[in-house]
């Protein structure tokens, strides 16, 4: 076991009740729930922002590029209707079935 040092917190009423409640139904100690949750801030903390990944917006990039392109290719603007969308879902359901 680790050595441990004593720190003294003020928590709220509310904190209080559900922190008793939480410790009493997973079997431990007040202060182990409190060790868990300063665990998990600490390592998140510590962990930093997530990293990018260069692969994923490498795809993601290309992916754009090629919606722009079809853009281009277009003489007039698209137009939204919310009943082409309908339409559209509704033969792909009657297809199905």
Request: hydrophobic share 40%; aromatic share 6%; net charge positive.
């Amino acid at each position: 076991m680790t050595q441990m040092i004593r720190k003294q917190i003020y928590i709220q009423r509310g904190q209080q009740a559900l922190l008793r409640r939480l410790a009493k139904r997973r079997g431990v100690s007040e202060a182990e729930i409190i060790r868990a949750a300063l665990d998990r801030e600490l390592g998140a903390a510590i962990a930093g922002p997530a990293r990018a990944d260069p692969a994923a917006f490498a795809q993601a990039q290309r992916h754009m590029l090629a919606r722009r392109a079809l853009v281009k290719t277009r003489t007039a603007p698209y137009r939204f209707r919310r009943e082409d969308a309908y339409e559209e879902r509704a033969r792909r359901f009657e297809r199905k079935g």
